[in-house]
């Protein structure tokens, strides 16, 4: 079987005999309860050009009446971070902003999309 490992030999995330019980790194909403953070999570590829992975997290909003945010969280050589490095907020309150986020890469294009 082989060995999958997060940003650096030194940190697995999975190994052969599966996932680790203990979680590699807790994120927790900034905004609230109701903001449904977490809600939808993909990996964003490598936003900062570091060599390490990142993730984008959308936080919908709509238990809360907000308008809807989208974090992205940088990996490192040590994991993820637990802090985000950047915020969207959604153009108006009820919108669903940040319900689905993901990574985009159209074909023949070096550039980094995210679709939230």
């Known amino acids: 079987m082989e060995t ?7 940190r697995r ?7 680790s019980p ?5 994120l927790t909403g900034p905004d609230g309860i109701g903001s449904l953070f977490g809600r939808s999570v993909a990996g964003a590829g490598d936003v900062n050009g570091d060599a390490y992975a990142d993730v984008v997290v959308g936080a919908e909003a ?18 993820l971070a637990t802090s985000p490095a950047v915020r ?6 009820g919108g669903a902003f940040g319900r689905t986020v993901a990574n985009v890469v159209p074909a023949r294009i070096a550039r980094l999309y995210l679709a939230i």
Do not use: H, M
């Open 4 to 10: 999958v490992t997060a940003t650096s030999s030194s």
């Open 13 to 19: 995330l999975s190994a052969p005999a599966g996932l």
């Open 22 to 26: 203990t979680p590699a790194a807790t």
């Open 62 to 79: 709509t238990g809360s009446g907000g308008p809807g945010w989208a974090y992205v969280y940088l990996g490192g050589a040590t994991g």
């Open 88 to 93: 969207w907020v959604g153009p108006e309150n």
